[in-house]
């Protein structure tokens, strides 16, 4: 997106990550800002949710969903492009405590 539109689509984003956790069908979400060196000086960012399993996830596509995206295009129309992509967790790893 362009780096003006940015801090308002931040903003905003923070509200809709809200909204999408505040379902119930999500464990937590992610928000990162993508290092990239875009040419025109572009901003990309992902979030990631985790949804408590499948059925939660074809529930929050089902009942809520269309509207949020809605709420987004509404907003942004075509200066801010989405998609989404499923991953499945194969493995995770943590680190507990420090070791230094």
Known sequence: ???RIAPIWLE???EHIAQVL???LFMDARLTEVLVAEQDGSKTYSIQ???KSREALTTYYDTHAAG???EAQLKF???VLSFRTEL???DE???HGDLN
């Open 88 to 90: 499945d967790l194969i």
């Open 22 to 24: 505040g379902t119930g």
């Open 49 to 51: 949710y985790k949804a």
């Open 12 to 14: 905003w984003i923070r």
């Open 77 to 79: 129309g075509e200066s």
């Open 93 to 95: 790893y943590v680190v």
């Open 1 to 3: 997106m362009d780096a």
């Open 68 to 70: 949020l995206r809605k």
